[in-house]
Every structure is written in structure tokens, then in C-alpha cells.
């Protein structure tokens, strides 16, 4: 076994990754504060060739040195908007017909690996603050929240690593990929 070189990796340059079909999921950061998490939900977006990513409220945007660090260049390959309020955004994503998730515990939350995303339907991830959580107005909206099970005793992720688990387990679901790289 051995590392994989760069060449072998087969990496599109970011004008052929902008032209490539996008997995029909976007990403609601509900003012995200930390910069790095930002950065880090940029970079899965563009691992996991994400539709688009809405920076809501006071989540950082690009250009930022905090974000750039930690996103390595992927601020370029993924699309992303801001809105004022994650209300705005959530709102235009339902009216779009996409079926708005939150990633949250709730007293009706769905454990994810119960969750089944609707085939050829476009899903929005609501994702939330790193204190508060997805505000309460947002949850409203949602057609349903879905939690990551967890054994240990803080009961919290990182938002960037829970954005990681809940699209890799959603995508594998949806066929996006095949989990050995094979199409």
C-alpha cells in the first residue's frame, strides 16, 4: 500500500469543476461565527461537489484569512451566496421546492441513519450556530431535523464535522458515489 500521488488523484482543475454536475444538496450555515468552521464546511462542500453553500447572517464570507486558510482554495470551487437572514434563504429554498433539513436535537429529531432523503428532490442542510444551535424560528420551517446518535457525554459535534457525517451518510444513500471510488 501507498500513498496516492497527486497526478493519480485525477483533480479537475476549478473551471472543470464548476462544469461538472453538482450532488443536489446545499449547505444553510444559520450564523455560524468561527471562521475556521466556515472554511471547513467550504472545503467538504467541494469534497463532496456540493450545489451551493448559503452563508446566512453574521457567517463569514470570502475573502477572509481565517477562512482561506482552512478552505485551501475552495472558496473558488464551490458557489455560495450570503443572505442577511437565514430566514431569507430558507424561505426562497422552499418556495424552489427543496425539502429543508436541520441538522439539530429536537424532541422529533430523526436519528440519521433512520433518515431517507426523497430521491430527485433538491435537500437544503440547515446547519447551526456553534452555542445556539439552529434558531428556533428556522426549525419551524423545516420539514424535518435529524440527529447524529452519539455515545459520549458531551452530545455535541463540531458544526464542520457534523456537516461531514450527515452528507457523506445522505450522498451514500442517494448513490451519489460509490464508497470504493468506483463509478
Request: charged share 20%; net charge negative.
Amino acid at each position: 500500500m501507498r500513498k496516492l500521488t497527486m497526478q493519480e488523484l485525477n483533480r479537475l482543475p476549478v473551471a472543470d469543476f464548476k462544469a461538472t454536475p453538482k450532488s443536489p444538496v446545499v449547505l444553510v450555515l444559520d450564523n455560524v461565527r468561527s471562521l475556521h468552521n466556515v472554511g471547513a464546511v467550504f472545503r467538504t462542500a467541494d469534497a463532496f461537489a456540493l450545489e451551493k453553500i448559503y452563508l446566512c447572517g453574521v457567517t463569514g464570507q470570502p475573502p477572509h484569512r481565517e477562512i482561506t486558510k482552512t478552505a485551501l482554495g475552495s472558496t473558488e470551487s464551490v458557489a455560495w451566496e450570503h443572505t442577511a437572514t437565514t430566514l431569507e434563504a430558507v424561505q426562497r429554498l422552499k418556495a424552489a421546492g427543496y425539502q429543508l433539513v436541520a441538522v439539530e436535537q429536537t424532541t422529533g429529531s430523526v436519528l440519521l441513519p433512520q433518515f431517507q432523503p426523497r430521491p430527485g428532490h433538491p435537500l437544503a442542510l440547515v446547519l447551526g450556530n456553534e452555542v445556539f444551535g439552529v434558531a428556533d424560528e428556522i426549525l419551524e420551517l423545516c420539514n424535518v431535523s435529524i440527529e447524529i446518535p452519539q455515545l459520549g457525554t458531551k452530545h455535541s459535534l463540531n458544526v464542520s464535522v457534523a456537516a461531514g457525517v450527515v452528507l457523506w451518510d445522505i450522498l451514500t444513500k442517494l448513490d451519489v458515489f460509490d464508497p470504493h471510488g468506483q463509478e
